[in-house]
């Protein structure tokens, strides 16, 4: 699986935009972009994933480069929940022998402020 | 509908002394995952099942480390003996293994004196 690059903190204000970078210049064509949370004290959350489009859901957006190389999460409008360490992962398609094996970095600890 | 259902919580352990967690995974989830998560790091996968068959243990220490997932529903963790770095969260996770999205448990905090 490629690797990922992330910031290891980022700050928000309530109510405004966060958006978290992600690099992963070394993907390859059959590798998924996932983003996962997790809350202190709480396991692992799915937030969203894709390809190579963008892709919207109710938790967020993410935008990939059109060389894929990088991807950005946006949650529109963060509130103090969104406080929590957000992971970027790339991976190989789901299926075959993987079964969804996700592989965790250190990822970014975004604190969103009042 | 309900999560993974991890148990117990919380376990203090002395070093050499064996612990077992417990993990139910959601109902109909034919993937389960057992996690260990150290302290300012991201979770790293010890072993995956598929129903009732490991897909990778490659990451488990297994002169210390077994699990086993009984009729293909819950599945047990146990560590024997403990050591000190064996101190982390465990976390289980389910899915349907055809996506990437997996459900985690609140995890079990060991820590091993």
């Known amino acids: 699986d490629a690797k990922t690059t992330q910031p290891p903190s980022m700050d928000c204000a309530e109510g405004r935009a966060a958006n978290l970078p992600c690099n992963h210049s070394?993907?390859?064509?059959?590798?998924?972009v996932y983003w996962y949370r997790q809350i202190h004290s709480q396991g692992p959350q799915y937030i969203i994933h894709g390809l190579k489009n963008n892709e919207t859901n109710e938790m967020a957006s993410l935008i990939i480069t059109e060389d894929r190389k990088s991807s950005t999460l946006i949650l529109p409008h963060a509130t103090l929940r969104d406080t929590a360490v957000y992971y970027c992962?790339?991976?190989?398609?789901?299926?075959?022998?993987?079964?969804?094996?996700?592989?965790f970095g250190q990822g970014t600890i975004l604190t969103v402020h009042p | 509908e309900a999560g993974v259902a991890q148990s117990p919580r919380y376990k203090i352990i002395e070093k050499r002394q064996s612990v077992a967690f417990w993990c139910n995974p959601i109902s109909g989830h034919a993937t389960l995952y057992w996690y260990q998560q150290i302290l300012g790091q991201g979770p790293k996968l010890l072993i995956q099942f598929q129903n009732n068959g490991v897909v990778d243990d490659s990451q488990l220490p297994k002169d210390r480390f077994s699990a086993e997932r009984l009729k293909g529903v819950d599945s047990t963790l146990k560590i024997q003996p403990a050591k000190l770095e064996d101190s982390a969260v465990y976390l289980c996770?389910?899915?349907?293994?055809?996506?990437?999205?997996?459900?985690f448990g609140p995890g079990t905090r060991l820590t091993v004196l």
């Open positions: 996770a389910s899915g349907t293994g055809g996506t990437y999205e997996q459900f």
């Open positions: 070394t993907i390859s064509g059959n590798e998924y």
């Open positions: 992962i790339v991976t190989k398609s789901a299926g075959g022998t993987s079964y969804g094996k996700l592989t």
